[in-house]
C-alpha cells in the first residue's frame, strides 16, 4: 500500500500489466480485468458480503481481542501507509477454497465471503493479508515475478499471524514433531505460493528453501514470534515503546 494509495504512479508494463491481470483473477474471480474490485466494501446486500463485512468491522475495531491486527494498522501507519478500511478491503467470492489473499496491483486486501466462516477465521486472514500489505509498504516486493519475494512474504505471514499457533495446529492433528513451528511455517507458505501461482511444487519449495532463514528471522514489526495473544500484546506494548526510547539515545 502506498501512503497516499488513491494516488497512482506510472502504471506497469504491458507484459507486467497482463500478469497481474491473469494472477489476480484466476483465483478472486470477481476481479475486473483492470484490477480492480468488481463491487466496493458497502455495495452489496448478499448475506454472505454483510456477514463479512460485519465480521471485517468487528476485527478492526475490537483492537485488544485482536492485538495481532491492532499491532500491524499501528505500524502501517508508521510507515506512512494507512489503512482505510472501506479502501483497502473488499469482500468477494473467490474460486476454490483460499480464504484472502493481497491485490499488490491495487494495493487492496481481497476477504473470501463464501470461504471464511467464522470470527476467529477473519482474525487469522486479515491478520495475515495485512502482514503482506505491511511488506508491500516497507520494501519494494516484486510479487509478479519473483517468487522469491512471494516465497518471503508468505514464510513471514505464515510465521507472524498465528496460522501456526499451537491450538490451531492441534485443530488441524498436526502435532508433536521436533521443530514443529518451522515445519508447519513452511509447509503453509508452500500451500499459499501454489494457491496463487501456476508453477510446480518443486519451484515452490526451492524458493522457500531459499529465503527460509532470512525470512523466518524477520519479526517486524512484532519484534518476536507472536505466539498467541498474549506475546501480540507485549509486541505492540513494545512496538509503542520505540519512539520513546529511541527519543532518549
Given amino acids: 500500500m502506498a501512503g497516499a494509495p488513491d494516488e497512482q504512479g506510472p502504471g506497469p508494463a504491458a507484459g507486467e500489466q497482463l500478469q497481474q491481470q491473469h494472477v489476480g483473477c484466476q483465483v478472486f474471480s470477481e476481479r475486473l480485468a483492470q484490477g480492480k474490485p468488481q463491487q466496493g466494501f458497502l455495495s452489496s446486500f448478499f448475506t454472505n458480503n454483510q456477514k463479512c463485512q460485519l465480521m471485517l468491522l468487528q476485527t478492526l475495531e475490537t483492537s485488544r481481542s485482536h492485538p495481532y491486527v491492532k499491532l500491524l494498522l499501528d505500524a502501517m501507519k508508521h510507515s506512512g501507509c494507512t489503512v482505510n478500511k472501506e479502501r483497502h478491503f473488499s469482500c468477494e467470492d473467490c ?28 482474525n487469522r486472514v486479515v491478520t495475515h493479508e495485512l502482514i503482506h500489505a505491511f511488506d508491500h509498504c516497507r520494501a519494494h516486493v516484486d510479487w509478479f515475478t519473483n517468487v522469491r519475494h512471494l516465497a518471503c512474504s508468505e514464510v513471514r505471514a505464515a510465521n507472524l499471524s498465528g496460522d501456526c499457533s499451537l491450538l490451531n495446529e492441534i485443530f488441524r492433528l498436526h502435532f508433536g514433531l521436533k521443530q514443529h513451528h518451522q515445519t508447519c511455517v513452511r509447509d503453509r507458505a508452500i500451500r499459499s505460493i501454489l494457491a496463487v501461482r501456476n508453477i510446480s511444487k518443486e519451484v515452490a519449495q526451492k524458493a522457500v528453501d531459499e529465503v527460509f532463514e532470512s525470512c523466518f528471522n524477520d519479526h517486524e514489526p512484532f519484534g518476536r514470534i507472536p505466539h498467541n495473544k498474549t506475546y501480540a500484546r507485549y509486541a505492540h506494548r513494545d512496538f509503542q515503546n520505540r519512539d520513546r526510547y529511541y527519543s532518549n539515545i
Fill in 95 to 122: 474460486n476454490g477454497n483460499v480464504s484472502g489473499g493481497f491485490d499488490a496491483s491495487v494495493s487492496q486486501i481481497v476477504l473470501c465471503q463464501n470461504n471464511i466462516c467464522n470470527q476467529a477465521h477473519m
